[in-house]
């Protein structure tokens, strides 16, 4: 921990000592605090009212295989065809990245609005298979991946289908399309999730950075797009919604988009892929340059798979089970002190660095007004 909330702030006179902690899913009990000194802090009355104390509790998974969901989702406008087809190609650099022991499942979904019969649910182009599982083989998971990604269907209706974040967000948040591809073997009650965003542009639900002037929309399509579909829409809002549908298995959201401070085609309405760069930066995953060629979009697929399989089966994110403004945080693993994690107070995540072995138990306590 980066010292964010110094342990010892629990040890104040202040407060806290003989509180009801919460244990997810266990009755309350009271803990006394050992500060990183090690020296013994006897349990006090709480002084101030307004706070309250919890442990969130779990316990790591014990199982040698992880199973892990890809979802890649993908602009459709068509200046994007070679550099799908570069992605498809990589796929096998991105298995590379996996464990052998990993169960992995493929799918794609398209980039498109509410008008699109295909917004939120898993792409079939043609006869290959819906979801792309590990028992087809690396050969057939490319040709197939290869026939959903060269030339998918376009939604004019948002300038192509630029609309990554919505379509995504959809498919998590609308029960029947969830029921749906869970029926069809993908969204896995036991699976991490690896999110990988493929575009040429900023995702038609992005805010742009003060200073950052948008490239001119000829058709003026996205503007009404946005108007249409996108109000709650954001990366943080998209990205608690995946989390929220995965609970304690990872989330992973990474992005093959044009980066700032990268060259790339200043052609069409080519530009820097805000929206899918936050989110990205929010989980963070990573951030692959579609400038690129594609022996270097290959090599950035399989640092994202090393990246996905570093946290199968083990939980290395959590996110805070009480609201409130944090005021003291303690991470045990083992019930051992550990020092080694980092806070997001943006989506209230405990990012574990060290987050034990297979079968430890994880114990985060924390302070909130």
């Known amino acids: 921990m980066k010292d964010l909330f110094p342990l010892n702030r629990l040890a104040r006179a202040t407060g806290l000592a003989l509180l009801s902690i919460i244990f ?24 101030d009212p307004t706070e309250s104390c919890y442990t969130d509790q779990f316990r790591q998974p014990t199982q040698a ?6 979802l890649f989702v993908t602009d459709t406008s068509g200046s994007l065809d070679t550099e799908r087809a570069a992605v498809a190609n990589g796929i096998d650099a991105f298995v590379a990245g996996l464990n052998n022991n990993v169960d992995y ?56 289908g630029e609309m990554n974040l919505y379509s995504v967000n959809r498919a998590v948040t609308d029960a029947a399309l969830f029921a ?25 639900c ?52 044009y980066l700032p401070g990268q060259a790339y085609p200043m052609t069409d ?20 340059n579609l400038a690129g060629t594609e022996t ?4 950035g697929l399989f640092d994202i798979g090393k990246l996905a399989d570093s946290q199968l089966p083990l939980i290395t994110k959590h996110t805070l089970s009480k609201p409130g403004t944090l005021t003291a945080l303690e991470v045990r693993i083992d019930n051992q002190v550990e020092t080694d994690f980092t806070f997001e107070a943006a989506t209230r995540e405990v990012h574990l660095n060290r987050p034990g072995s297979a079968g430890s138990s994880v114990a985060i306590r924390y302070c909130v007004k």
């Open 105 to 160: 499942n493929i799918a794609v979904m398209l980039g498109h609005g509410s008008t699109s019969s295909y917004a939120g649910k898993l792409y079939q182009h043609a006869a290959e298979p819906v979801v792309l599982t590990k028992a087809q083989g690396l050969a057939q998971i490319r040709a197939d991946l290869r026939t959903k990604l060269s030339s998918p269907r376009g939604d004019g209706n948002s300038d192509g």
């Open 206 to 257: 992005a805010e742009y950075p003060a200073g950052v002037t948008p490239v001119p929309d000829p058709q003026g399509s996205e503007p009404v797009a946005k108007a249409r579909d996108c109000g709650g829409i954001t990366p943080l809002s998209v990205y608690n919604n995946l989390k929220a549908k995965k609970g304690m298995k990872p989330t992973l959201v990474s992005s093959i988009i």
């Open 296 to 299: 270097q979009i290959a090599n």
């Open 180 to 204: 749906g591809s869970q029926a069809q073997g993908f969204f896995r009650n036991d699976a991490a999730l690896a999110v990988v965003f493929v575009g040429d542009e900023n995702d038609i």
């Open 65 to 70: 295989v992880g199973k892990l969901d890809i």
């Open 24 to 47: 997810l899913n266990c009755s309350p009990v009271a803990f006394s605090v050992t500060d990183r000194s090690g020296s013994n802090i006897e349990p006090v009355d709480p002084v």
């Open 269 to 288: 309405e080519n530009e820097i892929g805000y929206g899918m760069l936050e989110a990205t930066e929010l989980s963070k995953g990573l951030k692959v």
